[in-house]
């Protein structure tokens, strides 16, 4: 995959995708600043009168509940809805899931009723969404095992139809019966505020020149821990507000013709073991 890493950052900046964002207001600004860094444009658009139109133009669309009100929920659901109907892909961040009961169902009504085509989140955002039992503190959870990461997330593709990308150590991406594991990050991307959500508008944007959600997850992973790993080389031990502003400096350094060498590797996914990985 390392060859087509390459063409796929190069169309990315050739094309310079618009990616819509209805986010939190906790990262707005660095979601908007990571996504021009990367080469893509980004738009913030948040009210329930232009949320469609803008949509509709979008070469993705990308919804987050940080910062969650009925009125962010609503128009999450028109955007998604128009979005669906021009063909544009949509990613949801599912925020917190679990941490409250509105959370949850927050979410899962925008699963009901939007057609999305990535889901990404922590171990225990998505195993919430999949109606797992799992433990949530606030907005933030550990990972569990790289074993477990895959198991969650090959059983939530499977159970919501949709590519999963749960983000941990190691990132595992799968739509249940294709995945990968991508490596790469640095512990730093834990302490600033904002960079998973980043993360899922970076995938947006790879999705938005690449048709197969999977692939294009899988490319903005690793793209992505490259330049978390550049950022913590370049920060040079000075703590998360260096790492922050290297961490776009870096995203905007990443070469084409420099992939993450060995950054991907598939999974092999077992029907018989019902839906398991080996």
């Not at 995959?1 to 660095?30: A, C, D, S, Y």
């Not at 917190?96 to 979410?107: D, L, Q």
């Not at 997330?153 to 991406?173: C, F, N, P, S, Y």
Request: charged share 20%; proline share 3%.
């Amino acid at each position: 995959m390392e060859k087509e890493l390459g063409e796929w950052l190069g169309k990315l900046r050739q094309q310079r995708p618009l990616v819509h964002n209805i986010t939190n207001t906790v990262v707005t600004n660095f979601t908007a600043n990571g996504l021009l860094a990367l080469g893509a444009s980004p738009v913030m658009a948040y009210a329930r009168e232009e949320v469609a139109d803008m949509a509709k133009v979008a070469g993705a669309l990308v919804l987050n509940i940080g910062t969650l009100t009925a009125e962010v929920v609503e128009a999450c659901i028109i955007a998604g809805k128009a979005a669906n109907e021009a063909g544009v892909p949509v990613l949801l961040d599912p925020v917190g899931a679990g941490a409250t009961p509105y959370r949850t169902e927050s979410c899962l009504r925008i699963l009901r009723e939007v057609n999305v085509a990535i889901v990404r989140g922590n171990a225990a955002e998505i195993a919430c969404l999949a109606g797992e039992a799992s433990e949530i503190k606030g907005v933030d959870a550990e990972s569990g095992g790289d074993s477990a990461a895959v198991e969650l997330a090959v059983r939530a593709a499977d159970k919501l139809g949709m590519v999963v990308a749960v983000t941990g150590r190691e990132d595992v991406i799968t739509d249940g019966k294709k995945g990968y594991v991508v490596a790469g990050g640095d512990e730093l991307l834990t302490r600033v505020t904002g960079s998973g959500c980043l993360l899922t508008s970076v995938m947006g944007a790879f999705a938005a020149v690449e048709k197969d959600p999977l692939v294009a997850g899988a490319a903005a992973l690793a793209w992505y821990g490259a330049a978390g790993e550049a950022a913590a080389s370049a920060a040079n031990g000075r703590g998360p507000g260096s790492f922050q502003i290297a961490l776009l400096d870096a995203l905007a350094g990443l070469g084409e013709h420099n992939a993450p060498a060995g950054a991907v590797r598939a999974l092999q996914i077992s029907p018989a073991t019902g839906g398991g990985a080996r």
